[in-house]
């Protein structure tokens, strides 16, 4: 199942702390994502990057940080500027004009 | 920016009946339109997906639409199954360059009864 692995699967967060969301793939993929899920939201777009070094903002980037130095990996920083960071995080990857497959996400909740 | 409009939100249906679910895009370069079911607690997975060089796509219970026209585009579940249950989302996309990124719709919470 998947290609693609988050972790950790829960994480818990005190006010004023960032963190950072691994996600991994194995599919030889060149670009990945990161959405934020809520209750009633669908997926909104935080970051994507189409390859190696170079990454863009999404719809809700603010707050958010990444990276991209390995083709296999996008970590996702959730600074402390993110006022409402609980949600469900959720890290996906594609080749082209193609299927986005997903990871089985990060539960963030902040204490 | 590409907007998708979904509706309804969600949905009831008893165990054999179908199911219709439409989006709406706002732009009209969007030229890749998938479904994604995602169970509770679980990751979204491609169920169907549909190219603006056609108008209609099928595979076993579950069929595509595309009205590019109209901008629309809606999922169709005949003879629902309790398994069924779950929440759908549809998304858009064009491709040009290196540009492959989905806006999704807000989902569907489908809901079949035994």
């Known amino acids: 199942d998947g290609g693609i692995t988050q972790s950790p699967k829960y994480l818990f967060r005190k006010e004023g702390q960032n963190v950072t969301l691994s996600c991994e793939q194995n599919?030889?993929?060149?670009?990945m994502y990161w959405y934020r899920q809520d209750p009633g939201q669908g997926l909104r777009l935080i970051y994507y990057?189409?390859?190696?070094?170079?990454?863009q903002k999404g719809d809700i980037a603010e707050g958010y940080s990444v990276s991209r130095e390995k083709k296999e990996s996008f970590p996702l920083t959730v600074t402390s500027a993110q006022k409402n960071p609980t949600a469900f995080y959720l890290c996906?990857?594609?080749?082209?004009?193609?299927?986005?497959?997903f990871g089985p996400g990060t539960r963030l909740t902040v204490l | 920016g590409e907007n998708v409009e979904q509706h309804p939100s969600t949905l009831s249906v008893q165990e054999g009946d179908s199911a219709v679910i439409k989006c709406t895009y706002s732009d009209s370069a969007s030229n890749y339109f998938p479904w994604y079911k995602q169970e509770l607690g679980k990751r979204p997975q491609l169920i169907i997906d549909i190219r603006s060089n056609v108008g209609e796509k099928k595979d076993q219970r579950i069929a595509v639409t595309l009205n590019k026209t109209a901008k629309h585009f809606s999922l169709h579940i005949t003879e629902t199954q309790p398994e069924d249950s779950a929440v759908y989302f549809c998304a858009a996309s064009k491709s040009g360059g290196s540009n492959y990124k989905l806006t999704f719709g807000k989902g569907t919470l489908l809901t079949v009864n035994p």
């Open positions: 599919l030889n993929h060149d670009a």
């Open positions: 996906a990857s594609n080749q082209g004009y193609n299927e986005q497959f």
């Open positions: 990057s189409q390859i190696v070094n170079d990454f």
